[in-house]
């Protein structure tokens, strides 16, 4: 069974994981205990119950914010003209043994689950998230992000109005 757990050194072997960026690697290996430590930002991973040391794929988030100019013309309605409150996917990625069967959309889920949770208690009104090349955007896309107006590699999904 597929599990989200947040990052715990002592369980998951960050050395063992690639994904083929050496930059996200090595942000799980050398900085991502320390930032979620100093409360830069938590660090989720997935994995297997069955093999639970392996990590499937992770990613980070953290409190941001956006200007709301950056948002399309018909999302920037009714929304305050000062920057609005955001949540920041700073990193995410899925190990290279495991691409391409499902753990990126899982993570994606994971993450928009978890900024649905935290909103109740602090409000944020999208999840935005920095693409480091056209393929990552592309991704992105694929699950409805959208692109900022003053930035191609930003993007942002809205999460939504409250009933
Ligand atoms: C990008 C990444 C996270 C995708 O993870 P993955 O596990 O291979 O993706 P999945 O198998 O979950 O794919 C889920 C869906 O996204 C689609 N998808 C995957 N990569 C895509 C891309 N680059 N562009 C468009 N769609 C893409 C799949 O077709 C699939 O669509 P479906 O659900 O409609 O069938 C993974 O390739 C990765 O870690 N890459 C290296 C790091 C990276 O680029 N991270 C992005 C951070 S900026």
């Known amino acids: 069974m597929i599990e989200e757990q ?42 297997d119950t069955n093999l ?4 499937l794929g992770y990613y980070s988030l953290s409190a941001a914010q956006i200007d709301v100019n950056a948002l399309t013309e018909a999302d920037q309605k009714q929304l305050p003209r000062y920057p609005v409150p955001c949540f920041r996917i700073g990193r995410l990625a899925c190990s290279i043994s495991h691409q391409g069967r499902g753990i990126g959309k899982l993570l994606i889920g994971c993450a928009v689950t978890r900024c649905l949770e935290a909103r109740k208690q602090v409000a944020a009104y999208a999840l935005i998230v920095d693409a480091k090349d ?13 692109t900022c107006l003053d930035s191609p590699m930003t993007l942002y999904l809205a999460l939504g109005v409250d009933k």
Do not use: M
């Open 6 to 47: 947040a990052l715990d050194p002592a369980r998951h072997d960050r050395k063992g994981f690639s994904c083929g960026v050496t930059e996200l690697d090595e942000y799980l290996q050398r900085f991502a205990i320390q930032q979620s430590k100093k409360g830069v930002s938590v660090v989720r991973v997935l994995i």
């Open 134 to 146: 056209v393929r990552a955007k592309a991704f992105y896309k694929h699950y409805g992000f959208k």
């Open 52 to 55: 639970p040391a392996e990590i």
